[in-house]
């Protein structure tokens, strides 16, 4: 009985796992593993319709119903079988009937009855040998440990290894067989070593590499709750809309819920299958990693090494993937986000509201690079941008240059009147009244000096008021369209107003210096700031609606991101995010909106124009 356990030991072992045989399914290389271990193999393959033998690598096409549809090696299926239920008997005692074992000696290799080892463990140099009891062995919770010996030298245990063959050996068959052939020597307990030297280092590459996808994983969920968080937010304003209008528009406020929830369902479906796929690749780690571990339990024979070989070499290509790229879910995230509710306010119609996206209509390189030093909205639809280098041109919402004005006058800031006439600061900081037909008129304005005041900007109010902005002198000073004497001053309270607009419905002024967006009243106290965003150029604009615009500039990136707020600079929704512009050379930029609703950004090279589309799902 003991000869035939250690036949089994041997012969029944799966080269995958280095158990006993479990449910044994034959290749079509008549190679014979574990059904559990092919379908761990299939596993890291999983839409291949072949599985390749971890022994000879020969494919093996795969039946309808996968690994569990292959052919059974019953005759190996029933030997296993008569093997677990026959308990091992002593292998140290000489009689012919030879007792039950009851442990099992790691270092000699030899299972024991009770006799024997009480008398093993009273010779002084076996007392440092380990002892297993056999209930441990046969349930598996102990592997076993053995140097087999030589086949042709019973008596000389397999302790050399030859790298070349890939088998163990004993010292003189390597002497008498694989010296000859010019094979090199190894001790096994070192290649032994070397293996789980190996093992371990495949298994922290592939722990660090779970821990990258599993970061994936966080990160596509951190991306999908900022995707919920704004669709919430889109709910949240479809629903204050909807108490407005509670009977009239409930049919209506259902269909956008409906379309919001169509949105939600497509990002989700991108996402859940980016995760999916980061798990299946965690899974399949997971797999590949449990088979090579099992190089560890026990000395491998010749075609377990192949297949523990095959495995380790599975893995080592699997590490090398490219780690996974958070600029998919990010995509995903950045396409929702420019998603916002635009609410329609409109007699006799009974509409709530709709779900927008923005895009970029027009990409327009201006007539002169690099002379662009104003942008304001004309009154007949139209965009005039300002060039230093002489000029108004105007410009469509669809991106057309229509027409170009004072062509020998170097525009620094414009203002637009309610009568169509217009007022001008030119470079030289003298500002002059023209009619709607751009005629000089015979205006005059006691305005500050440059070298008093300097640069800053210009709008108009709702009573035509014209109000001049002072960098250096921090304040703005206030003038009828009639010229002369300024009727008021306003403090900027320490600010610069470089950029300035007026909110036509409150009176309020918007400014913006190097480093806040500041919101002033109709007397020039000061009643919101919003400070700059690190690293950022903010340009804000003014809506018909008084509400504010704001382009968010990364001017070393060349990236806008673009943000609607109230007349109270509380931000509603993000319009625009990390739009890629063409950088340039100084960091000046203009935002406005068209009466028709489309946004202009104007750099000093360019003009971009972006446009309100309805969502399509």
């Not at 319709?49 to 549809?69: D, F, H, M, N, Y």
């Not at 379309?259 to 996402?271: A, I």
């Not at 380790?312 to 995230?333: A, H, I, Y």
């Amino acid at each position: 009985m003991a000869m035939f356990h250690q036949i089994s030991s041997q012969n029944l072992e799966c080269p995958i796992c280095l158990s006993l045989f479990n449910q044994p399914k034959s290749l079509t290389c008549s190679h014979t593993f574990c059904k559990d271990c092919l379908e761990s193999i299939f596993q890291t393959r999983p839409n291949q319709q072949t599985i390749a033998c971890p022994v000879c690598r020969r494919e093996t096409p795969l039946p309808r119903g996968g690994v569990s549809k292959l052919q059974t090696n019953v005759p190996l299926s029933s030997l296993v079988d008569e093997v677990k239920t026959k308990s091992p008997t002593c292998a140290v005692c000489e009689m012919d009937e030879k007792p039950p074992a009851v442990s099992y000696c790691q270092d000699c290799g030899k299972y024991m009855c009770k006799a024997c080892e009480k008398s093993h463990s009273t010779w002084t140099p076996f007392s440092i040998h380990t002892i297993v009891a056999m209930s441990e062995v046969l349930s598996g919770k102990f592997p076993i440990k053995r140097r087999r010996k030589c086949k042709k030298h019973p008596n000389e245990d397999e302790d050399c290894f030859c790298p070349n063959c890939r088998e163990y050996t004993c010292s003189k068959c390597w002497m008498l067989m694989h010296l000859q052939e010019g094979h090199k020597l190894e001790e096994a307990a070192i290649h032994e070593e070397r293996l789980m030297k190996n093992i371990e280092e495949l298994k922290e590459r592939t722990t660090s590499k779970k821990t990258t996808f599993e970061t994936h994983i966080e990160f596509i969920e951190t991306q999908r709750n900022e995707i919920n968080t704004m669709l919430r937010k889109l709910n949240d304003d479809i629903d204050k809309t909807y108490e407005e209008y509670m009977k009239l528009l409930s049919a209506r406020r259902e269909a956008l819920k409906c379309q919001v929830k169509r949105l939600s369902d497509k990002f989700e479906k991108e996402l859940q299958a980016m995760e999916e796929e980061s798990r299946q690749l965690v899974c399949q780690m997971d797999a590949m990693e449990e088979l090579v571990s099992n190089g560890i339990k026990v000395p491998l024979e010749k075609d377990a090494l192949f297949a523990h070989d095959t495995l380790c070499e599975n893995l080592k290509s699997f590490l090398g993937r490219d780690d996974p790229d958070d600029q998919s879910p990010r995509g995903v995230t950045e396409r929702a986000q420019k998603i916002s509710f635009c609410r329609y306010v409109k007699v006799n119609e009974l509409l709530l509201g709709d779900l927008k996206r923005w895009d970029v209509r027009a990409d327009v390189e201006l007539p002169v690079n690099n002379s662009m030093l104003c942008m304001t909205r004309a009154r007949d639809g139209k965009m005039m941008v300002g060039s230093v280098e002489g000029g108004i041109h105007f410009y469509s919402p669809d991106g057309e240059l229509q027409q170009t004005v004072l062509k020998d006058v170097s525009v620094a800031s414009i203002g637009f009147l309610s009568d169509g006439r217009s007022v001008v600061r030119d470079l030289k900081h003298k500002l002059s009244l023209y009619t709607a037909q751009w005629k000089k008129l015979h205006v005059t304005f006691e305005k500050m000096s440059f070298n008093e005041g300097g640069i800053g900007g210009l709008t108009v109010d709702r009573d035509d008021n014209i109000y001049i902005g002072y960098e250096m002198a921090k304040k703005v000073q206030v003038f009828t369209p009639q010229g002369g004497k300024t009727v008021r001053e306003i403090s900027c309270d320490g600010h610069m107003p470089l950029q300035l607009f007026s909110c036509h419905t409150t009176g309020k002024l918007i400014l913006t210096d190097t480093s806040e967006v500041v919101c002033l009243d109709g007397q020039g106290k000061k009643e919101n700031v919003l400070k700059k965003k690190e690293g950022m150029v903010a340009c804000p604009a003014v809506c018909r609606d008084d509400s504010v615009i704001i382009a968010w500039v990364k001017h070393k990136e060349g990236l806008v991101s673009i943000d609607r707020y109230t007349k109270d600079l509380a931000h509603r929704h993000n319009i625009i995010t990390d739009f890629k512009i063409q950088k340039p050379e100084i960091g000046w930029y203009f935002l406005q909106e068209f009466e028709s609703g489309e946004i202009a950004l104007c750099t000093p090279d360019r003009l971009y124009i972006f446009q309100s589309l309805s969502c399509q799902i």
